[in-house]
T-cell receptor
Framework: QQQVKQSPQSLIVQKGGISIINCAYE??????FPWYQQFPGKGPALLIA?????SEKKEGRFTISFNKSAKQFSLHIMDSQPGDSATYFC??????????FGEGTQLTVNP | DAGVIQSPRHEVTEMGQEVTLRCKPI?????LFWYRQTMMRGLELLIY????????DSGMPEDRFSAKMPNASFSTLKIQPSEPRDSAVYFC?????????????FGEGSRLTVL
């Protein structure tokens, strides 16, 4: 199954709070797991990515947690800022750099 | 460095008309992807080219859709005839042929409205 399930569909967080977005997959052929950020009127842009043999990757305020046995991974945004308000997509890479995307999470960070 | 360039940015057309969307990938990138984004279905991969050759077109919805990549710097996505359900944002993305990076570079998209 070339599907990635993402939740929640939307998320509202106060400034300074932690935003958490979750994804799950079935296909064990997926071999890389990026997260993309999309602002209105723009294309998605790579935010952070993780290999399946690593359980956590952190870049600044953004952390991916990866659970290979559960086939789940999540994005944590620490100290969320209004500028983080965007739509976030998890994705899974397979066969020749192709990406299957989750449904997207619309994050709103209130000031 | 120029990013992926798509045109037109917005297109409004009537049902039955032909629509052509254009994409210029980043120079040096040898993989090109066309995605469609809708509220209902999210981001769907339509077709994938590698070195100008279509590798996977299983996501192309039906025969009304066709895509070409005549050279490394240009690709088109054509819909003929267009239908209202084709209304969506169509993204072109490119990448170097480096698996396990997860990185595609997307254009700003072409918003298509079919009346």
């Amino acid at each position: 199954q070339q599907q990635v399930k993402q939740s929640p569909q939307s998320l509202i967080v106060q400034k300074g709070g932690i935003s958490i977005i979750n994804c799950a997959y079935e296909n064990t052929a997926f071999d890389y797991f990026p997260w993309y950020q999309q602002f209105p009127g723009k294309g998605p842009a790579l935010l952070i990515a993780i290999r399946p043999d690593v359980s956590e990757k952190k870049e600044g305020r953004f952390t991916i947690s990866f659970n290979k046995s559960a086939k789940q991974f999540s994005l944590h945004i620490m100290d969320s800022q209004p500028g983080d308000s965007a739509t976030y997509f998890c994705a899974a890479e397979w066969s020749g750099s192709r990406l299957t995307f989750g449904e997207g999470t619309q994050l709103t960070v209130n000031p | 460095d120029a990013g992926v360039i798509q045109s037109p940015r917005h297109e409004v057309t009537e049902m039955g008309q032909e629509v052509t969307l254009r994409c210029k990938p980043i120079s040096g990138h040898n993989s090109l992807f066309w995605y469609r984004q809708t509220m209902m279905r999210g981001l769907e991969l339509l077709i994938y080219f590698n070195n100008n050759v279509p590798i996977d077109d299983s996501g192309m919805p039906e025969d009304r859709f066709s895509a070409k990549m005549p050279n490394a710097s240009f690709s088109t996505l054509k819909i003929q005839p267009s239908e209202p359900r084709d209304s969506a944002v169509y993204f072109c993305a490119s990448s170097r042929d480096r698996p396990n990076t997860g990185e595609l570079f997307f254009g700003e998209g072409s918003r298509l409205t079919v009346l």
